[in-house]
């Protein structure tokens, strides 16, 4: 069965440090999504993005993340320069865009910012 | 008030169990609802996934919405210790838009 991957599964940085969070969608997969959890916290909504741009965004969602779709295949979380309550799980979701609206989640990429 | 809100237990059954979980929201908007399972440390793995009011049943999985009452609930038969962990429910206002998630219910079924 298809599922979305990430990589790393953890990352350990220094606050300041820029990190890269990747992901591969489920292939034929057109919406992507970031959402983030942490510890002890609901998961919330991040951004979301379908013919290479933006579709929506959170207030979190600020000038020090972005996305990009490098490739065919991956998907991109940067954070420029990390602070210490960026620490948290962040999961890659991705939707058909074909007339399903169901969001498959991936394992996720556990950040530790020190 | 929160959007979403979903008690987050513990809540310990006996296996064999019926289990019952709830949420209810505010944001008339949602449409679109989901139970996600989640493991610990892992990545919501979705269950049920309906539009209506009404009951969706998926082998021992029920999920029921009530939109006039805002309140959806999940209900698991035949409980097993591998039903043990933390179910959130999620809803949207439809189509590709963002997923708000409730807390989760942290489920644990004794053997």
């Known amino acids: 069965e298809p599922e979305v991957t990430q990589t790393p599964s953890h990352q350990v940085t220094q606050m300041g440090q820029e990190v890269i969070l990747r992901c591969v969608p489920i292939s034929n997969h057109l919406y992507f999504y970031w959402y983030r959890q942490i510890l002890g916290q609901k998961v919330e909504f991040l951004v979301s993005f379908y013919n290479n741009e933006i579709s929506e965004k959170s207030e979190i969602f600020d000038d020090q993340f972005s996305v990009e779709r490098p490739d065919g295949s991956n998907f991109t979380l940067k954070i420029r320069s990390t602070k210490l309550e960026d620490s948290a799980m962040y999961f890659c979701?991705?939707?058909?865009?074909?007339?399903?609206?169901?969001?498959?989640f991936g394992p996720g990429t556990r950040l530790t910012v020190t | 008030q929160k959007e979403v809100e979903q008690d987050p237990g513990p809540l310990s059954v006996p296996e064999g169990a019926i289990v019952s979980l709830n949420c209810t929201y505010s944001n008339s908007a949602f449409q679109y609802f989901m139970w996600y399972r989640q493991y610990s440390r892992k990545g919501p793995e979705l269950l049920m996934y309906?539009?209506?009011?009404g009951n969706k049943e998926d082998g021992r999985f029920t999920a029921q919405v009530d939109k006039s009452s805002k309140y959806i609930s999940l209900f698991i038969r035949d409980s097993q210790p591998s039903d043990s962990a933390t179910y959130l429910c999620a809803m949207n206002s439809g189509g590709y838009q963002k997923v708000t998630f409730g807390i989760g219910t942290k489920l644990q079924v004794i053997p």
């Open positions: 979701a991705s939707s058909d865009g074909q007339g399903r609206y169901e969001q498959y």
């Open positions: 309906t539009y209506s009011s």
